[in-house]
Antibody, heavy 121, light 107 residues
Framework: QLQLQESGPGLVKPSETLSLICTVS??????????WGWIRQPPGKGLEYIGS???????YSNPSVKSRVTISVDTSRNRFSLKLTSVTAADTAVYYC?????????????WGQGTLVTVSS | SYELTQPPSVSVSPGQTASITCSGD??????PCWYYQKPGQSPVLVMY???ERPSGIPERFSGSNSGNTATLTISETQAMDEADYYC??????????FGGGTKLTVL
C-alpha cells in the first residue's frame, strides 16, 4: 500500500522560506506513470494546487505561486520536497503531498495525511 | 486563469438524490475529477474521467459532464456521505484547478 508522509517545520516566520519533504513508501517515486505533487488548504478554506514533479525532474506549478515555488525530487531517498519563499500569513495552510497519474484525467489517487504550517512571527 | 465554480452548500434528505455542480468554461472538453473530504481527513478521489469510480467507491456515486457544467450525483444518500466535495480539472494554462468546494449536508 502506497503511503506518503509530509515532514517539516510547523512554524515559519514571515518573509522566510517554507520547506517540506514528502517521503514515499510502498512504491517507487521513479515510476514512469506518476507525478508527485503538493496541494494546500488554508484553515477552513478550499484546496489549492501548488505544483508537481516527475521523477526526471520535470515540473509544473500553479501560476499564482510559481515565482516562489521550487519542487525537487530525490529518487535515491524516494522523496520529493517543496520550498516556498517569502511566505506571509496567507501561506498558512495544511500542506498535502500527493500522487497523480501522468494522464491528468485520472486524478489524484493517493494523498498524505497533511501537515499544518503556520506563518507567524 | 481557469476557474471552477461550485455551490457553497447542498442539502439532501437521507435516501434521496444529491446533485453537486461544477461550472467552468468549456468544462465539457476536460475531464474533471471529484473528491470528498471529511473534517480532519485528507481528500479522497470519488470520480475521475467524468464518470469513472475508483475501487471502493459505491455505485451510488455517478458523474456527468457536458457544456460548461459537470455534476456529481449521489443516489440514496447516506449520513456517511456528508462531507465537503471538490471538483478538479486540468487546464493547460493553470495546471490543476480546484473548485471552491461544496458542503453536503444530509439532514
Amino acid at each position: 500500500q502506497l503511503q506518503l508522509q509530509e515532514s517539516g517545520p510547523g512554524l515559519v516566520k514571515p518573509s522566510e522560506t517554507l520547506s517540506l519533504i514528502c517521503t514515499v513508501s510502498g512504491g517507487s517515486i521513479s515510476s514512469p506513470s506518476y507525478y508527485w505533487g503538493w496541494i494546500r488548504q488554508p484553515p477552513g478554506k478550499g484546496l489549492e494546487y501548488i505544483g508537481s514533479i516527475y521523477y526526471s525532474g520535470s515540473t509544473y506549478s500553479n501560476p499564482s505561486v510559481k515565482s516562489r515555488v521550487t519542487i525537487s525530487v530525490d529518487t535515491s531517498r524516494n522523496r520529493f520536497s517543496l520550498k516556498l519563499t517569502s511566505v506571509t500569513a496567507a501561506d498558512t495552510a495544511v500542506y498535502y503531498c500527493a500522487r497523480h497519474d501522468r494522464r491528468q484525467w485520472l486524478g489524484i489517487d493517493y494523498w498524505g495525511q497533511g501537515t499544518l504550517v503556520t506563518v507567524s512571527s | 486563469s481557469y476557474e471552477l465554480t461550485q455551490p457553497p452548500s447542498v442539502s439532501v434528505s437521507p435516501g434521496q438524490t444529491a446533485s453537486i455542480t461544477c461550472s467552468g468554461d468549456k468544462l465539457g472538453d476536460k475531464y474533471p475529477c471529484w473528491y470528498y473530504q471529511k473534517p480532519g481527513q485528507s481528500p479522497v478521489l470519488v470520480m475521475y474521467q467524468n464518470n469513472e469510480r475508483p475501487s471502493g467507491i459505491p455505485e451510488r456515486f455517478s458523474g456527468s459532464n457536458s457544456g460548461n457544467t459537470a455534476t456529481l450525483t449521489i443516489s440514496e444518500t447516506q449520513a456517511m456521505d456528508e462531507a465537503d466535495y471538490y471538483c478538479q480539472a486540468w487546464d493547460s494554462s493553470s495546471a490543476w484547478v480546484f473548485g471552491g468546494g461544496t458542503k453536503l449536508t444530509v439532514l
